[in-house]
């Protein structure tokens, strides 16, 4: 076997230009393909983190019927033992409670229908980045009543830092739910719905306007591991499962777990159409690699040589091309990837608008992951090898004399 390896590889550098071409045509396939699949996997993988950061979290624990039923008479209870043991679940690494309701906001002769936020100002910010939308003013304090609005809603209001804007809703179990609370602090979210009716306030603040203290709504759930999602929702369930209810975001953003597969679909069937394309490429530089040598194989079955050594020849051949190649492809495109990757390409026009819609920046992320970078290296090969199939069948079918000739 070390003789056939030893024979290969000096076929392939008696024609360097020949091989050269071959590898070319692999290393072309390889780089289109990982950066066609890097700025998908990239996108979806900053999609989803950003809908959980400023959202529902990887998972999210609340009462029975919440879900269903929004309403704070389906709040749990939240305690000390209960936030001890959510925080001990292996693979959480943060959690927000939150106490989520709807109010009037008032001020002047402007009013306005908006949802309140009742949340941990710093558990906040480290899962969403609250503190970093603030743009004027100061950020949330437990020590300091007061509220953050958005600037659309700011705007609407006519409000600025130091107003005081008054908050009317229902509370817990129907009480009526009113306050005074000044603006302290005016954020901004991409998202116009977001930017046009949200108000953020302390927990404990939220509980009193609402009459509801020691409530939540929900407790967002951040990981360490999101692949392990199901195992940590596993373990969640098992805390109070007759009071408490355990949801992953695929539950939850069902329109955006729709939205991803969906455009994963089209994406995978865009690869296949580009991994055909690039089949033909390779398999077109192996016909020629094959016509061109049909005179030496030949005079090699001529001199003896057995059509199978032959045959197993060639395919050693074809699998150090399709290596190299394939070797090539990943050096060359992982200095885009990587700047992508720490860089990612700017938005504009309507695609921006449409990325927005979802609170997100309008950028185009790239991923860098060793698994999709492997699976298609693997891939390639994969085809690299099938188009060696031809020169198999030449060697079987071929006619020595005529192959001496040149016919």
């Known amino acids: 076997m070390k003789e056939y390896f030893k024979i290969a590889w000096r076929n392939l550098w008696r024609n360097r230009r020949r091989t050269f071409i071959t590898i070319a045509s692999v290393l ?26 400023n959202s529902t979290g990887y998972i999210q624990v609340h009462g029975k019927g919440y879900w269903e039923d929004k309403s704070l008479d389906n709040s749990l209870i939240y305690n000390e033992e209960l936030e ?6 292996p693979n959480v690494s943060s959690i927000v409670p939150r106490l989520e309701s709807f109010a009037l906001v008032s001020y002047g002769v ?6 309140v936020i ?15 939308r603030l743009v004027k003013g100061n950020y949330l304090s437990e020590n300091q009543k007061g509220v953050l609005i958005p600037e659309g809603l700011a705007d609407y209001l006519k409000v600025d830092i130091g107003d005081s804007i008054v908050l009317l809703g229902q509370g ?5 739910a009113a306050s005074l609370s000044e603006v302290t602090g005016i954020v901004r979210f991409l998202q116009p719905d977001m930017n046009n ?14 009459a509801a203290p020691g409530h939540l709504t929900s407790v967002s759930i951040m990981l360490e591991n999101p692949g392990r999602l199901y195992q940590t929702t596993k373990s969640l369930s098992d805390i109070d499962p007759d009071n ?9 953003l069902v329109e955006l777990l729709q939205y991803i597969e969906g455009d994963n679909i089209s994406g995978l069937f865009m690869l296949g159409i580009l991994y055909v394309v690039v089949g033909f490429g390779i398999l077109g530089t192996i016909l ?40 090539a492809g990943i050096l060359l495109s992982m200095p885009f990837i990587v700047y992508f990757y720490h860089h990612p390409i700017q938005l504009t026009g309507e695609w921006a608008e449409a990325v927005m819609e979802y609170n997100m920046e309008p950028i185009l992320p790239f991923a860098m992951e060793p698994g999709f970078i492997l699976n298609q290296g693997i891939v390639v090969l994969i085809i690299t090898l099938l188009a060696s199939i031809y020169p198999f069948l030449v060697i079987s079918r071929l006619k020595v004399v005529n192959a001496i000739k040149g016919k």
């Open 118 to 132: 009742g949340t941990v100002a710093d558990l906040e910010d480290k899962a969403s980045g609250l503190q970093n």
């Open 244 to 252: 408490l209810e355990v949801m992953t975001w695929k539950e939850m």
């Open 28 to 53: 072309f396939a390889i780089f289109l393909v990982l950066i066609m699949r890097s700025m998908q996997i990239g996108t979806y993988d900053y999609m989803v983190e950003s809908a959980v950061r």
């Open 110 to 115: 402007q009013t306005k229908g908006i949802a």
């Open 197 to 210: 009716q949200l108000l953020y306030m302390d927990l404990q603040q939220a509980q009193e306007f609402y």
């Open 288 to 327: 020629m690699m094959t016509m061109e040598r049909r005179k030496e194989f030949g005079i090699m079955v001529a001199v003896g040589m057995k059509r199978y050594k032959l045959s197993l020849i060639i395919l050693i051949e074809s699998v150090v091309i399709g290596i190299l190649g394939v070797l």
């Open 172 to 176: 817990y179990h129907g009480v009526t």
């Open 84 to 89: 001890e043991k959510i925080r001990n679940t």
